[in-house]
């Protein structure tokens, strides 16, 4: 990839959970509203530079975007909450209040860079003001979706951001054992060149991202 693709190319820099579980289910929509430009996503939890890297956009998991030549827009603040299989609300050691999660297993997110605001059980259980429960046990996963992923096939009770369960809550895939949660400090930025806020295929990307959050 290279800097200043061509109008009819557009590339994405994407975090691997959202892309997975969020953006690719809806990208066929934006195909059909601009089917002349050829997107191009790459999938990536490192730190990208759009200048430096060549990418028309780039979303990033963070608290804040502020570096000289790139304009940046708050895209999604998720909230964050426990979700499991359908299963684990039935039978003997059914999920019925927090406290049962003790007779569960926690699937943890664990990103390779460490940042403290990251959610955890810690602070859902802080949120919840649960106590006795062990957060050191269960499997630890470097990306969210794949966490997810267990939860979805009964392996536990995994924690869930908005945007990335939406669609499985939806379809009643994953269900929400309590509707305690708490708003993430780290959310999803939309970062753009600024030589390149004003491109038609920067706007049209941008304007079809927002329609799709709040519909």
């Known amino acids: 990839l290279t800097r200043r693709t061509p109008d009819t190319v557009l590339t994405v820099s994407v975090p691997l959970s959202l892309a997975m579980r969020w953006l690719v289910p809806r990208l066929d929509r934006f195909r059909e509203r601009a089917p002349e430009l050829d997107v191009r996503i790459s999938a990536t939890s490192a730190y990208v530079d759009p200048i430096r890297e060549g990418f028309d956009l780039c979303i990033r998991y963070a608290k804040h975007v502020k570096e000289a030549g790139l304009a940046s827009t ?69 990306h969210a979706g794949l966490a997810l992923s267990a939860a979805l096939a009964g392996q536990g009770v ?43 295929k920067t706007r049209s990307f941008r304007g079809w991202l927002e329609e799709e959050i709040l519909s």
């Open 74 to 142: 708050l895209l999604i603040a998720d909230d964050v909450f426990p979700v499991c299989n359908p299963s684990l609300l039935k039978g003997r050691n059914a999920l019925r209040k927090p406290q049962d999660l003790a007779k569960h297993t926690l699937l943890h997110a664990e990103p390779k860079i460490v940042d403290p605001d990251q959610p955890d059980w810690r602070k859902w259980l802080r949120a919840a003001r649960v106590k006795g429960i062990k957060t050191k046990d269960g499997p630890r996963f470097s």
């Open 158 to 200: 995994a924690l869930g951001r908005t945007s990335l369960v939406v669609d499985d809550l939806a379809a009643g895939r994953l269900v929400r054992p309590f509707e305690r949660s708490f708003r993430s400090q780290i959310a999803y930025w939309l970062v753009t060149p600024v030589s390149d806020v004003a491109r038609d």
